[in-house]
């Protein structure tokens, strides 16, 4: 990878980084249109912490200008497999929205990233979210990315004032195999990113619940080799 | 006032709960209208902290179904006079976007509000933003709240399964001097509330910051004693 610190930046862009496989392409990709790259993590309470690890050492292998992680405990609220002590589902994709929903998770975290960079002095927000391999989240739909950088244009001093933000999803038509592909084409190790729900007890990831799943179809679908170790 | 747990409940209702006047009124209008009230407030690391005692005391002296305050450390992002050490303007209300603005505030914290709608089972949520006496605020304006109940129709679960989350703003057109009448027919003391911006050591409210001076103008307008204690 090059530095994000080059001379020719076109500018600031916020990206949430959650530590997951899309976050990590979507932070390179940023970088390699030449953003200097503030990357946000969030750290909202999720049982699996092994994404906030794996989002610092995205920021560090990736020489990203900035790194910041921030507390928001959702947990507080209830209401998701991702928080609560509901089991996480292993019985495969489906196209109904899953229990591993996160109320409103999007929403909270395209605004807090906004948020991030508005304070940052940027105008490009990126976020990994794709609506093909989905999963089935509404928060992932391109026209709720449309609605939303529409609501952060009427909300924010920056919007108000003539300089909205540019909502990018650059994996937005993407499958996880095409992801696979720009993680290879981009040179990033894909074990540098998490993204099992449900590790085992020795931190790996279990291979079975459904992110491991897609994420494991999409690198055998593209015919590149996953560096992360499953535990089966 | 009458208790919010009365057994003719037209359903829950989401409620942000900063701590302020307006919010206090918000909050008593939702518990009039019969909602079961669950109220949210966000420790955004404020230097006014009394606002979150307020609104703890609120929900006391209103018997509200459920309160609870989380964590969202802003101050990592910097940016604002509320949470940096900008000095606080108290050179009377302009017209610009002032310096006390919070970057995408009210983006971020109805965001997290229609989250805590979502988990609570509410399809109402409740904000006490007003566009008369607003300050200069993007993110108090009704274009702004009638995106966000767009965006969040298209960003949740709940949305879209076709129950979208109604963004109530019960003072949207209300000058303060409204909001104290509200505030006196509804028999709340408006001392329980907090909107000072800069109080003195002493934990007195300033009674010259632009929060100060617009409740003050807005009581005395409508000829209506403040209970609170000004250190002026």
Redesign the interface.
């Known amino acids: 990878m090059t530095s994000s610190r080059s001379s020719e930046s076109i500018g600031k862009a916020a990206v949430l980084l959650s530590g997951g496989l899309d976050s990590m392409v979507t932070a390179a990709l940023a970088l390699e249109q030449g953003y200097e790259v503030h990357a946000l993590s969030i750290d909202y309470g999720q049982r699996h912490v092994l994404e906030l690890e794996s989002a610092s050492r995205i920021a560090s292998k990736l020489n990203l200008a900035r790194h910041?992680i921030?507390?928001?405990?959702?947990r507080?609220?209830?209401?998701s497999a991702l928080t609560d002590d509901i089991d996480v589902p292993k019985g495969g994709v489906g196209t109904d929205?899953p229990v591993t929903?996160?109320?409103?998770?999007?929403?909270?975290f395209?605004?807090?990233t906004?948020?991030?960079a508005?304070?940052?002095g940027a105008h490009d927000v990126f976020i990994g979210v794709n609506a093909l391999d989905y999963s089935g989240y509404?928060?992932c739909?391109p026209?709720?990315i449309a609605?939303?950088a529409?609501?952060?244009r009427?909300?924010?001093?920056e919007?108000?004032?003539g300089r909205p933000f540019a909502i990018r999803t650059p994996l937005q038509h993407l499958t996880k195999a095409d992801i696979a592909r720009e993680c290879a084409r981009l040179g990033l190790d894909p074990s540098w990113s998490w993204s099992c729900y449900d590790p085992t007890g020795e931190n790996l990831a279990c291979g079975k619940c459904d992110s491991c799943r897609l994420r494991r179809k999409g690198f055998a679908e593209a015919g590149i080799v996953d560096s992360t170790t499953y535990a089966d």
Chains 1, 2 share one sequence.
């Open positions: 910041i921030i507390a928001l405990d959702l507080a609220f209830g209401g929205i929903y996160v109320p409103a998770r999007n929403l909270v395209l605004s807090l906004t948020a991030f508005e304070s940052a509404p928060d739909r026209e709720f609605s939303f529409e609501t952060a009427l909300g924010t001093k919007g108000a004032e």
